[in-house]
């Protein structure tokens, strides 16, 4: 899908991850609790042709994470094991 990054698509994706915390950052690796500040964030940048809302491209990451991260590529490698991957389609 294309288009923009807010309003319903952005509460569908919250409501979906907040229902699943908590779960390693997306950057960070570190758990993202509910009441930390959180963000859904695109594991492909959308400046760098990321798909807008692919639930396959989105995970969460705290709120200073995700700011920090900008337009880069974090490897997924550094997600902690034990968390089983989740059905990312909703």
């Known amino acids: 899908m294309s288009g923009e990054w807010h309003g319903s698509r952005v509460r569908a994706a919250r409501a979906y991850w907040a229902g699943r915390l908590p779960y390693p950052c997306h950057v960070c690796g570190h758990p993202v609790y509910p009441w930390q500040p959180w963000h859904v964030g695109h594991l492909v940048p959308r400046k760098l042709g990321g798909p807008v809302d692919d639930p396959d491209n ?9 700011l920090s991260l900008g337009a880069r590529i974090v490897p997924t490698a550094t997600t902690p094991t034990g968390y089983p991957p989740p059905s990312r389609r909703w």
């Open 58 to 66: 989105l995970a969460p990451a705290h709120a200073g994470c995700n």
